[in-house]
């Protein structure tokens, strides 16, 4: 059974930058691909990154391209959200998900077996 663990969330003003991270025991990481997810109040939980399990393939949704960096660190175990610029629409609970499906259905929230608890980010004005 994995294990995954979110940090590195807070409470900024807008335009500022965070670094989340995710780390993941019970099994390596290596054998999962990885998502970021995030879950606004009264919003269904959205798809926010992707990454392979060799760093290969990484996807965004439309609304962080360019501000948003997910990347990993499998001998640490750990994958990472690097969010700049951030903005209030990204205020929201931001979820961790480790997947053994195809990387090609990986934005779907569904397609991923183990979550993180979650880690809380707002974005004030």
């Known amino acids: 059974q994995v294990q995954l663990v979110e940090s590195g969330g807070g409470l900024v003003q807008a335009g500022d930058s965070l670094r989340l991270s995710c780390t993941v025991s019970?099994?390596?990481?290596?054998?999962?691909?990885m998502g970021w997810f995030r879950q606004a109040p009264g919003k269904e939980r959205e798809f926010v990154a992707r990454i392979s399990r060799n760093s290969l393939l990484i996807d965004y949704t439309d609304s962080v391209k360019g501000r948003f960096t997910i990347s990993r660190d499998n001998a640490k175990n750990t994958i990472y959200l690097v969010m700049n610029s951030l903005k209030l629409e990204d205020t929201g609970v931001y979820y961790c998900?480790?997947?053994?499906?195809?990387?090609?259905?990986?934005?779907?929230?569904?397609?991923?077996?183990?979550w993180g608890q979650g880690t809380q980010v707002t974005v004030s004005s």
């Open positions: 998900a480790a997947g053994v499906r195809s990387f090609s259905i990986s934005d779907n929230p569904t397609t991923y077996d183990s």
């Open positions: 019970g099994r390596a990481s290596s054998n999962y691909h």
